[in-house]
């Protein structure tokens, strides 16, 4: 989900009528999100993992907080994580964790995503994670029947 930002349209229309440098930098940031983005209320964020061998690399687009690689860690204990930030297509901003909104911190105000999208991600991700290693589980099953 993306925070209820105003179009780009509109964006740009305030950047050009401010006069306060610092606050045409951040609407024109804004608008070159919400461009990228587009102007719905959701979008898409493409996740990577790659197994190698007993171990599980994790590529996220955005600035994820480090919530990502403990709560991986803690759910998959026996399985060596590695997590990557800025992977391949960089869609727009910081996933910080829900309580972490509302302190009125850069991370917050700067990103496009609603409160609770880093956790939307920590579940795909999760989600994705067990059915690799079920997958896995399966091929090893199928090695050792006879």
Avoid: H, M
């Amino acid at each position: 989900p993306l925070k209820d930002w105003p179009s780009a349209e509109e964006l740009e229309r305030q950047r050009s009528a401010t006069t306060d440098r610092a606050l045409e930098e951040r609407l024109r940031r804004k608008r070159d999100t919400r461009l990228a983005l587009g102007d719905g209320a959701t979008c898409s964020v493409l996740l990577w993992i790659w197994r190698v061998g007993n171990s599980l690399l994790v590529g996220v687009p955005e600035e994820a907080y480090s919530l990502v690689q403990t709560k991986l860690r803690q759910r998959y204990g026996n399985t060596a994580i590695a997590c990557l930030n800025l992977v391949n297509d960089r869609v727009g901003g910081y996933l910080p964790p829900q309580d972490r909104y509302g302190l009125n911190i850069y991370q917050e105000w700067r990103t496009p995503f609603a409160r609770g999208s880093l956790e939307i991600v920590i579940d795909a991700l999760s989600n994705e994670i067990e059915r690799i290693t079920a997958e896995k589980a399966q091929t090893r099953e199928c090695l050792a029947t006879p």
